[in-house]
């Protein structure tokens, strides 16, 4: 008869698909257990780990990227796994990780953009803002992505902070720039670029602007492109200087203070501006002949107060034009549905209860299965609001392993596994292939006096490490 799970003799096995930071809190979370002996393999569809920190942080904030450090720490643990290049769907079924798994964690992120259904916003120079972020970044399935960077004029939709990070790059100097770890191919292309002006255009009001006080700041700090905010647009509205005035926050404070100062500031002589507009949404875009991008019309809004007590836009009457070349939307990461695996196409998510992935029709939890991070919740937070949304999933695991709900696999010995991944995947890549990776791009960055050069394509990455 089979020991109890998670002992020595039978530990409890959990596959966690996606390397990004939530499927390593959740390796911790499982790991910190101090009851159970517990062994994680960690799978990512790409070679390298990481997710988000080393394909959507901005190049030039290093300091985020940092967070690897833990990870690392993490991953020493000996009952850690990675196994890159892997794809749950493709290489690995679910049926595979019931066969050798007790449990299994989907912390897939979201891979793609929430679309902005407006005429227009399929010509040719309006892109999603993510891949533009995957490109400069070196994510091997963008960087084949072409942008017209000869425009002179181009905006970005929304004003969160993955829309500041692209008007952040696009104003950057190529100096600037070389100090960073972006891709190579999107430094050649960006110290081409013909760009004069940006525009950031959000709906709301500089009350609700979604960008932290350290972006404004940075925003302001450009070594050749001014910040320019129209006086009249740094103004609150009512509604909004009443609401401040009840919740006294702080950081909306001192940011509503800052964009003001920033309304009030003479231009200097920067070859480029950095326009951030206020209450505005786009409601058309304007092509030429060829189908290409040439302007886009502007409703200017009115923020109302909902029953719930937000305060949300609606358009009035006063439309204005903006010639701009290039599009940049920006407004949301949205999930992409997984193989086998119940799917809420409305909000982009897995249905799930407190990480505990559902069947729609029941509601009933599926056993073993589960879910964390923006797979799990939506795209909202920053890196280190995974965390807790981690560990929460790994309170309900343990709880249901306790009452006797996991898989029951015939084959959950390590080893076992390892042969079918190496049958299915054999150029599978191990966190040992990773730490090779990770020199050799260290390397070649400290030979051109940059912190790291990424490799960008999957077989780069196996070709250099021989596989």
Excluded at 60 to 80: C, G, M, Q, W
Excluded at 312 to 331: C, M, N, Q, W, Y
Excluded at 420 to 427: D, E, F, K, V, Y
Aim: glycine residues 8%; proline residues 6%; charged residues 25%.
């Amino acid at each position: 008869m089979m020991s109890k799970i998670g002992t020595e003799s039978n530990p409890l096995r959990v596959a966690v698909f996606g390397s990004g930071p939530t499927g390593f809190y959740t390796t911790d979370s499982l790991f910190k257990n101090g009851e159970m002996v517990v062994e994680v393999d960690l799978f990512d569809r790409l070679p390298v780990p990481y997710g988000l920190v080393r394909f959507g942080v901005a190049p030039d904030h290093p300091k985020i990227k940092s967070v690897t450090n833990l990870y690392e720490r993490i991953a020493d643990n000996p009952r850690f796994r990675f196994f890159g290049n892997v794809e749950f769907g493709k290489d690995l079924l679910l049926s595979d990780l019931q066969r050798h798994y007790h449990q299994v964690v989907l912390a897939t992120g979201a891979q793609t953009d929430r679309r902005l259904n407006i005429p227009g916003i399929d010509l040719q120079n309006s892109h999603a803002a993510t891949e533009f972020v995957a490109w400069y970044n070196g994510h091997p399935d963008y960087r084949e992505c072409q942008f017209d960077l000869s425009q002179t004029q181009a905006a970005v939709i929304g004003i969160g902070n993955v829309a500041v990070d692209v008007a952040r790059i696009l104003c950057r100097t190529v100096d600037e720039l070389r100090e960073t770890d972006i891709a190579d191919y999107a430094l050649d292309a960006l110290s081409e670029s013909k760009i004069e002006e940006v525009w950031l255009v959000g709906r709301r009001g500089p009350a609700q602007a979604a960008f932290t006080n350290p972006e404004l700041r940075e925003m302001g700090k450009l070594a050749d492109a001014d910040l320019v905010i129209l006086p009249e647009e740094a103004r609150l509205d009512d509604l909004s200087q009443e609401t401040l005035d009840r919740t006294q926050d702080r950081a909306v404070v001192k940011k509503v203070e800052m964009i003001q100062e920033f309304a009030a500031q003479p231009l200097s002589a920067k070859s480029r501006k950095l326009y951030i507009r206020f209450l505005v949404s786009p409601v058309e875009l304007y092509g030429d002949g060829d189908g290409s991008v040439t302007g886009m019309r502007l409703v200017h809004n009115e923020l109302y107060a909902t029953e719930a007590g937000t305060l949300r836009p609606r358009a009035t009457e006063k439309f204005e034009h903006l010639d701009v070349g290039l599009v940049f939307r920006s407004i949301g990461y949205r999930g992409v549905p997984l193989p086998d695996v119940p799917f809420n196409d409305n909000w982009g998510v897995i249905y799930n209860q407190k990480g505990r992935v559902v069947d729609p029709d029941t509601q009933e939890p599926i056993t073993g299965l589960y879910t964390a991070g923006w797979i799990k919740r939506g795209p909202t937070g920053v890196i280190g609001t995974n965390k807790p949304d981690a560990a929460e999933t790994v309170d309900c695991m343990f709880e249901d392993l306790a009452a006797g709900k996991t898989f029951s696999p015939p084959e959950p010995q390590s080893e076992a596994v390892l042969r079918l991944i190496a049958q299915r995947q054999p150029s599978y890549v191990t966190f040992e292939d990773w730490h090779r990776i990770d020199q050799m791009e260290l390397e070649k960055g400290a030979a051109q006096g940059r912190p790291r050069v990424k490799f960008t394509s999957v077989q780069e990455i196996l070709n250099a490490l021989g596989k």
